[in-house]
């Protein structure tokens, strides 16, 4: 019974809540990991025992949207489905994240998120966990040291890095690292079963990675999905205390697969609930209300170009975006091109209040043979309460151009108000 106390007090006095103790090499969940893209490298670091951090998100969102069509009656089992469904201004569904995150060991550590509650899964699920090596010490003390200075190694079902974009997003209830509350049109997000390998020097950025291509695990129908491979260059450099400068180019590529998930990975879900949804549409099911999922089923590739500056509290982000692929039904591929361009002044004691807007527009074929053009104007601001607690209120406008008559969103539009609060530590 003596042993069991004391090995609960050991395990009490490694754990570690919230901020209170932030673990080597990792993005804080706070106002401190804002701007921050891949995690800080640095080898000069001590280990004395395992540290468990355990931290947690939560993001509520009042909504005030309203939304239109003109599309023609489409009738099956007597139901319009393309008229839109009636929408008020009411809460939307709180969600909220738990993390886990431990040091396993001198260089190692463990990063695991569980959504608690979201959108298209109201009951908990483990979005996913991997493990971050920037130390090989566990094999011989000094292992490869010179090489691990400026190496970093990730493996596990994990959030792959494909743009710099899922940086800035909102990954369910964690949406303090995004200025505004919606995520871009054609939100490219998944999390698939690999590797990746860094080289961060002197500002300098290279990355590769490989997955299994698969968002849900399983060993059957075998040879249905070949491995996806990502690459990243890049160059990042705080020019001046006033000045930082980075532009990266990223690369996704699925030669074929049973499904691919990059533009519907993201099982949290859209934060505009019901807009442009039918009057059958539920929360659960109708989850990405409001983004544009390209159709390349089977066959993708997509490049990405992201450019970073700040000039004090000034901020621009942009986004340029080439995606093709098809479906196996498909004879040719389509094109789908997505630009994007954020423009922040952060202000204020501590820069804890921002302005800012956000132009956001899709073009593209879909597999009906529509060329169709959608763009979301957002503008909004926010108020970084303490460090922890965000509260912040967009307008957005989104029109939908070149779709069908029969289609739901034939000269489809919507618009309005979301505040939303955000607590993450």
């Known amino acids: 019974m003596k042993s069991i106390l ?36 640095d080898t000069a670091t001590t280990f004395k025992d395992v540290r468990v951090k355990v931290g947690g998100a939560f993001a509520l969102q009042y909504q005030a949207l309203d939304h239109e069509n003109n599309a023609t009656p489409v009738l099956v089992n007597n139901v319009n489905t393309t008229e839109l469904i009636a929408i008020g201004n009411n809460f939307n569904l709180a969600t909220a994240n738990l993390d886990l995150d431990v040091e396993l060991y001198d260089g190692v550590n463990l990063h695991l998120r569980t959504y608690l509650s979201s ?65 871009y049109i054609m939100d490219a997000f998944t999390t698939e079963v690999g590797a990746e390998v860094y080289y961060q020097r002197n500002g300098w950025l290279a990355m590769v990675g490989a997955t299994n291509g698969k968002l849900n695990q399983g060993a059957n129908n075998p040879g249905k999905t070949s491995p996806s491979t990502m690459l990243k260059l890049g160059y990042d450099k705080q020019i001046n205390d006033d000045f930082r400068f980075r532009l990266t180019g990223s690369l996704y590529h699925t030669a074929h697969s049973q499904r691919t998930y990059l533009y519907g990975g993201d099982r949290a879900g859209s934060r505009y609930y019901f807009v442009m949804e039918n009057t059958t549409a539920t929360s659960k099911d109708n989850y990405s209300s409001g983004l544009i999922v390209p159709g390349f089923t089977n066959e993708l590739t997509a490049i990405m170009i992201n450019p970073f500056i700040r000039y004090k509290g000034i901020e621009f982000f942009g986004l340029v975006e080439k995606t093709s692929g098809k479906a196996t039904a498909e004879t040719d591929t389509r094109d789908f091109t997505q630009i994007g361009a954020e423009l922040l002044y952060r202000f204020g004691k501590n820069e804890n209040l921002y302005v800012g807007g956000r132009y956001n527009n899709v073009t593209g074929e879909t597999r009906a043979g529509e060329d169709v053009d959608v763009t979301r104007f957002n503008f909004g601001g926010g108020w970084f309460m303490t460090k922890n607690i965000l509260a912040k209120i967009e307008y957005v406008n989104q029109k939908y151009d070149g779709y069908n008559a029969n289609n739901i969103l034939h000269d489809g539009k919507f618009n309005g108000f979301v505040f939303e609060a955000v607590i993450s530590f």
């Open 119 to 183: 959108r298209h899964h109201p009951e908990p699920y483990v979005k996913g966990g991997y493990i971050q090596i920037d130390k090989l010490n566990f094999i011989r003390q000094g292992f490869l040291a010179e090489t691990m200075k400026y190496m970093t190694i990730k493996i596990g079902h994990m959030e792959n890095n494909y743009g710099d974009a899922h940086f800035r997003r909102s990954d369910n209830a964690l949406a303090l690292y995004n200025p505004f509350v919606g995520n």
């Open 6 to 41: 004391i090995s609960a007090i050991a395990l009490i006095g490694a754990i570690t809540i919230g901020q209170a103790q932030q673990l080597p090499n990792w993005r804080p969940y706070d106002k401190n990991g804002l701007n921050m893209f891949e995690p800080p490298k």
